[in-house]
């Protein structure tokens, strides 16, 4: 099962301390037949069926991508490490995140994560692969 870790831009460290992002508590999961985002206190599960596809984005304004975030204009999450990049995971079934009961589902999900391009390749697989 592949595991993407977040990458976490060192002087962000500090600030991203109260949202549970440390070591260990900040990845993304493929598994054989579900998708995992645990991002410190937040988590994202989703079958991979449920994935419609992948955008490599990136570069962000920092103050639009550090920590936990919601997007007004489209109501997307976006875990954010660091400003330099990520993957933009989008759902068929808008799917819960920063509320612990599904209130507000989310049409996709922004991930800076150390691999991008590794994670749009895992999930842009067909799902038992």
């Known amino acids: 099962m592949p595991r993407f870790d977040f ?28 998708f995992t985002v645990r991002f410190g206190h937040w988590l994202l599960c989703t079958p991979l069926t449920n994935i419609a596809g992948t955008t490599l984005t990136g570069p962000y304004a920092a103050w639009r991508v550090l920590g936990p975030r919601l997007s007004l204009a489209d109501r997307g999450v976006t875990f954010g490490t660091n400003p330099r990049r990520g993957v933009c995971v989008r759902f068929h079934t808008p799917v819960p995140a920063l509320l612990p009961v599904a209130l507000l589902g989310h049409p996709d999900a922004t991930l800076t994560v150390a691999d991008p391009e590794g994670l749009a390749r895992a999930l842009e697989q067909p799902p038992n692969t």
């Open 7 to 34: 990458a976490v831009e060192p002087s962000w460290g500090l600030a991203l301390r109260p949202f549970g992002v440390v070591p260990g508590r900040a990845f993304a999961l493929v598994e054989n037949d579900a």
